[in-house]
């Protein structure tokens, strides 16, 4: 069973900050050649849509994505000797508010289309 485990969601006012945190077994990211991990996220009524995405250390390449809407304020990071990709997300604006899915994919470093692997999500809530 592929575990990708959120955390780090919560609530805060516009302009604050979160970290989000994605956990996966290192057993599992080998097993599944993950080349790139991310995070996407769905807000209620809308289609899920891709935040950040970075080439994991499995692979050679190097790169970060971002989506237009958060460019500038979202930063993504791996830290391969832990386990762990985060997300610092600053300034944060009402329409931020939606669950927030870590996800890995062997070839997709792309922010459309559908990753292979998705964790549970975690809910982010920003008031105004």
């Known amino acids: 069973q592929v575990q990708l485990v959120e955390s780090g969601g919560g609530s805060v006012q516009a302009g604050g900050s979160l970290t989000l945190s994605c956990t996966y077994s290192?057993?599992?990211?080998?097993?599944?050649?993950?080349?790139?991990m991310g995070w996407f996220r769905q807000a209620p009524g809308k289609e899920r849509e891709g935040v950040a995405a970075i080439y994991t250390t499995y692979t050679p390449r190097v790169g970060t994505y971002y989506a237009d809407s958060v460019k500038g304020r979202f930063a993504i990071s791996e830290d391969n000797a832990n386990n762990l990709v985060s997300l610092q997300m600053n300034s944060l604006k009402p329409e931020d508010t939606a669950m927030y899915f870590c996800?890995?994919?062997?070839?997709?470093?792309?922010?459309?289309?559908?990753?292979?692997?998705y964790g549970q999500g975690t809910q982010v809530t920003v008031s105004s």
């Open positions: 290192k057993y599992t990211y080998v097993l599944r050649g993950w080349n790139c």
């Open positions: 996800a890995a994919d062997r070839a997709n470093c792309l922010l459309e289309g559908s990753w292979s692997d």
